[in-house]
């Protein structure tokens, strides 16, 4: 990237980043990465009655949390130069921002999971099998607060 001068970032920096991270963190050789980002870019859902469908077709399910936050990142900075500026000026902080950009912009709104056991939570019971979707914004503690008086837990 450095010789060309340019990039085009989701693509060369988001995509590729944590690809190799994972890559390395699982031994797989980087040659491979272009597979490996195949195979992680066509998942079966066969767990799950409502995604299931056959291996022939395969289900495309990105592995875009990690690439998605950084580009997002990448563009929250280039939309706030001021907070870019700081940063460089001030290395220090730049974990406790990564840590405000994933709660400011998470990967996903919301996901669905099916209860391995019966349980209780907030009061609602909730039977082994039984579908629960989470809400992540939900989840930000400056939020938590705010939902729970709306819906008084």
């Avoid at 060369?12 to 980043?17: S, W």
């Avoid at 000026?89 to 406790?96: L, V």
């Amino acid at each position: 990237m450095a010789s060309k001068g340019e990039c085009e970032f989701a693509e060369d920096v988001a995509t590729e980043l944590p690809l190799i991270g994972i890559l390395e963190l699982l031994g797989v050789p980087l040659d491979d990465r272009k597979r490996f980002f195949e195979w992680t870019n066509t998942m079966i859902f066969v767990d799950d009655p409502d995604t299931s469908i056959s291996e022939e077709e395969g289900q495309p399910a990105s592995n875009e949390s990690i690439r998605t936050v950084i580009a997002q990142g990448m563009r929250l900075l280039m939309e706030h130069l001021k907070q870019l500026r700081y940063l460089v000026a001030n290395p220090d902080k730049i974990s406790h921002a990564c840590k405000e950009i994933l709660r400011y912009n998470t990967a996903f709104i919301s996901m669905r999971r099916i209860a391995v056991e019966d349980t209780e939570l907030g009061g609602q019971k909730i039977q082994k099998g039984d579908k629960v979707a989470i809400t992540l914004p939900c989840c930000q503690p400056r939020r938590v607060r705010v939902w729970r008086r709306r819906h008084g837990i």
